[in-house]
């Protein structure tokens, strides 16, 4: 008899060991597309895959192996049996183990770092592993996901069974310093996690002598849009979930697994996909119960005295934050807005927390002109400021004073303020932030608008001096903000298009360049492998970037030509591995990518997965309050 037993389906492939009794692969695919793949990659960690608690001690005596059925029997007269029960289902059946240990497998997450997912919150655990990151335990079921291939449900047929979790790093790949003049948030710190595993043990309150383990792969998990059946976008089905990359320790939602994202630059991203969820899907209900309790820590513990809304006061209670006003005050606010869709209470709560944010933005108005300029000069990058380094999502750039990204982020913050407040009947206190919005409509284009290149400048420095790179996000996020007219938007557009096409950025597959043209040196960190011309985010391809471009080319009337682009990227989405793991090292990640598709990122961003939402309020014209007018 061969040692290997594979089994699988199109939606589920395992092989078993059969001289340890052992699972030792195991592949899926929820969407039943890619055989190939599935059968390729093993999301256990080789050489540990999964066994049953009975069987370390003692190899099988016994076994019976069948087309559909793997079973074994040790020494001790205890037996584990693989059933392939269904299409989708794998069930392990385990007998006279009379063990608390029932079962244990070492997950991998080079390719696929998991979210692992419970209706009731975790319980965090203490351990004595000096390489474990966290130790969890869950209630069951658990709904296990993969980025790129897929979810699992794993149940029990005994309500005493548990699971837990540690989360370890590799011992053999710790400390490694990854960052040149990189020293924020553990760049330059390397945990390895990529190398490392996610280490579950199955237990049981009390000993059982029977129970059975049920592995069920789960279709893929999105939001309903007119044109499900249509083949070309299988990529938004494969990835929607990516973007809720979930960590562990404080059960939010960051970048990835390891960064929280309570006060974070992107919170208000996943506010913007989970109000296109419905409410059939059970993780989608515990999605959105994740990002409530993100929204309301955001409030609770990371707002400053003066409203200000920033991970720099994460759990201290300060007058001002660290840094100077970053998105996560604009986003901690449309993340709240955006909660009062489905849990208006909670909003209501939180409220008081919102105006006293709302209110911080417009203290930003210095020359009251309604343009909000943050307190950092802009002038180059890393220039001393007496209020810390301020950075936006593009914290590559010197971004300062009059900002135009932050400005949108609080344009829109203000905005939805305004519809949740007149909801709520306070329409004296909406009218106080519909006058400013008033004075920043009036003042916006002329502020930012260049005529040197017909485009909207990225920022004006206390200098004065213009900083325009082509930045295709000043022109979109105006577009789809009303803030820039139809006509005038269409014109900006084609501008970034011809040179897009002059710098060879061919059908755009991997994504869209935050800029056109090169920044200057000065503006830039001083890091070749990040700031380089084409890597990035100078002129590199991403993801996020997708939604406000594509989102715009189609309120402007490009339908045909965002076709192409959305359709170019969706298939990469769908035939290429887009989730490069945990901090597999800078500039190896393939969140970013150069135009000839080198990995060019630096971290793994779940933000690159934000373009999807471009197929319902782009493509589909679905409504949402991030297009409005």
Same mark, same amino acid.
């Given at each position: 008899m061969?040692?290997?037993? !594979?089994y699988?389906s199109?939606?589920l492939s395992?092989t078993? @060991?059969?001289e340890?009794g +052992? /699972?030792?692969f195991? #592949? &899926?695919?929820?969407g039943?597309?890619?055989?190939d793949?599935?059968?390729?990659?093993n999301?256990?960690?080789?050489?540990?895959?999964g066994m049953a608690g009975a069987?370390?001690?003692?190899a099988p005596v016994?076994?019976?192996?069948?087309?559909?059925?793997?079973?074994f029997?040790? !020494?001790?007269r205890s037996s584990?049996?693989?059933n392939?029960a @269904?299409?989708?289902t794998? +069930? /392990?059946?385990l007998? #006279? &183990?009379n063990e608390?240990?029932?079962f244990s497998?070492?997950l991998?997450?080079?390719t696929?770092?998991?979210s692992?997912?419970?209706?009731?919150?975790p319980?965090?655990?203490?351990?004595k592993?000096?390489?474990t990151?966290?130790?969890?335990r869950y209630?069951?079921?658990?709904?296990?996901?993969?980025p790129?291939?897929?979810?699992v449900?794993?149940s029990?047929?005994?309500d005493?069974v548990?699971?837990?979790?540690?989360l370890?790093?590799s011992?053999?790949f710790t400390?490694l310093?990854l960052?040149y003049?990189?020293?924020?948030?553990?760049?330059n710190r390397?945990h390895?996690l990529h190398?490392?595993?996610?280490?579950?043990?199955?237990k049981?309150?009390?000993?059982?002598?029977k129970?059975?383990?049920t592995?069920?792969v789960l279709?893929e998990c999105y939001?309903a849009f007119?044109?499900?059946?249509?083949?070309?976008?299988?990529g938004?089905?494969?990835n929607?979930?990516n973007a809720?990359?979930?960590?562990r320790?404080l059960f939010?939602?960051g970048?990835?697994?390891y960064f929280?994202g309570?006060?974070h630059?992107a919170?208000?991203m996943?506010?913007?996909?989970?109000?296109?969820?419905?409410?059939?899907d059970?993780?989608?209900k515990?999605?959105?119960?994740?990002?409530?309790?993100q929204i309301e820590?955001s409030?609770?513990?990371?707002?400053?005295k003066?409203?200000?809304?920033?991970?720099?006061?994460?759990?201290r209670?300060?007058?001002?934050?660290d840094?100077c006003a970053?998105?996560s005050?604009p986003?901690a606010?449309i993340?709240l807005?955006?909660?009062?869709?489905?849990?208006?209470?909670?909003a209501?709560r939180?409220?008081p927390?919102a105006l006293r944010?709302?209110?911080?933005?417009?203290s930003?108005?210095?020359?009251?002109?309604?343009?909000?300029?943050?307190?950092?000069p802009?002038?180059?990058?890393?220039?001393?400021?007496?209020?810390?380094h301020?950075?936006?999502?593009?914290?590559?750039?010197?971004?300062?004073?009059?900002d135009i990204?932050f400005n949108?982020?609080c344009h829109?913050?203000l905005?939805?303020l305004?519809?949740?407040?007149e909801?709520l009947?306070?329409?004296?206190v909406?009218?106080?932030?519909?006058s400013?919005l008033?004075?920043f409509d009036?003042s916006?284009?002329?502020?930012?608008?260049?005529p040197?290149t017909g485009?909207?400048?990225?920022?004006?420095?206390?200098?004065?001096?213009?900083?325009?790179?082509?930045?295709t996000?000043a022109v979109?996020?105006?577009?789809n903000?009303?803030l820039i007219p139809?006509?005038?938007g269409?014109?900006?557009?084609?501008?970034?298009?011809s040179?897009?096409?002059?710098?060879?950025?061919g059908d755009?597959?991997f994504?869209?360049?935050?800029?056109?043209?090169p920044v200057a040196?000065?503006d830039t960190?001083?890091w070749?492998?990040?700031s380089?011309w084409?890597r990035y985010?100078n002129?590199?391809?991403n993801?996020?970037?997708?939604?406000?471009?594509l989102?715009?080319?189609?309120?402007?009337g490009?339908e045909?030509?965002a076709?192409?682009?959305?359709?170019?990227?969706?298939?990469?989405?769908?035939?290429?591995?887009?989730?490069?793991?945990?901090?597999?090292?800078?500039c190896?990640s393939?969140?970013?990518?150069t135009?000839?598709g080198?990995?060019?990122?630096?971290?793994?961003?779940?933000?690159?997965?934000?373009?999807?939402?471009?197929?319902y309020?782009?493509?589909c014209?679905?409504?949402?309050?991030a297009?409005?007018?």
């Open positions: 061969s040692r290997y037993t !594979a699988g199109d939606f395992y078993i @060991d059969n340890k +052992k /699972i030792a195991f #592949g &899926i695919e929820s039943g597309r890619d055989r793949k599935h059968a390729s990659y999301l256990m960690l080789p050489s540990y895959g069987f370390k001690k003692s016994g076994s019976e192996i069948t087309e559909e059925r793997a079973c029997v040790n !020494a001790q584990v049996a693989y392939l @269904d299409l989708r794998l +069930k /392990i059946e007998n #006279g &183990i608390n240990d029932i497998t070492r991998s997450i080079k696929a770092p998991p692992i997912w419970t209706s009731e919150a319980k965090r655990l203490k351990s592993n000096p390489l990151i966290f130790k969890t209630t069951l079921p658990l709904l296990v996901h993969f790129d291939f897929g979810r449900e794993i029990a047929s005994s005493d548990y699971c837990v979790e540690e370890q790093m011992r053999d400390g310093d960052g003049k990189n020293h924020s948030f553990n760049h390397m390895a190398y490392g595993s996610s280490y579950l043990t199955f049981s309150k009390n000993p059982l002598d129970v059975e383990l592995l069920k279709e939001p007119p044109y499900e059946n249509d083949e070309r976008y299988n938004l089905k494969r929607w979930l809720f990359a979930l960590n320790e939010d939602m970048d990835n697994i929280h309570t006060a630059l919170i208000h996943k506010s913007d996909l989970l109000q296109m969820m419905g409410a059939d059970e993780q989608f515990i999605i959105r119960r994740v990002y409530e309790r820590r409030f609770k513990q990371s707002q400053a003066n409203g200000e809304v920033s991970v720099c006061c994460f759990k209670e300060k007058e001002k934050s840094g970053s998105d005050t986003g606010i993340g807005t955006g909660i009062s869709s489905w849990n208006l209470p909670l209501k939180l409220l927390n944010a709302a209110d911080f933005i417009m930003l108005d210095s020359d009251g002109d309604g343009i909000f300029e943050v307190p950092y802009g002038d180059y990058m890393g220039q001393p400021s007496e209020n810390g301020y950075c936006n999502w593009w914290d590559n750039f010197a971004f300062g004073h009059k990204y949108y982020l829109r913050a905005r939805e305004c519809e949740l407040l909801r009947n306070k329409h004296n909406a009218q106080k932030y519909r400013q008033e004075k009036k916006f284009f002329d502020a930012f608008y260049n040197e485009l909207m400048a990225g920022w004006i420095s206390k200098n004065g001096e213009v900083h325009d790179y082509g930045f996000f979109s996020m105006g577009i903000e009303g139809k006509d005038i269409k014109k900006m557009i084609k501008i970034l298009l040179k897009m096409k002059k710098e060879g950025y755009l597959h994504g869209i360049p935050g800029n056109v043209m040196q000065k960190i001083d070749p492998c990040m380089d084409g985010e002129g590199g391809l993801g996020m970037n997708g939604f406000h471009f989102t715009s080319m189609y309120k402007v490009l045909k030509e076709d192409e682009i959305l359709f170019a990227i969706l298939n990469t989405y769908e035939k290429d591995m887009t989730h490069s793991g945990l901090m597999p090292g800078y190896q393939v969140d970013w990518r135009k000839e080198v990995s060019c990122g630096y971290n793994y961003l779940s933000d690159n997965y934000y373009f999807l939402l471009s197929v309020v782009g493509k014209k679905m409504p949402h309050p297009v409005v007018r």
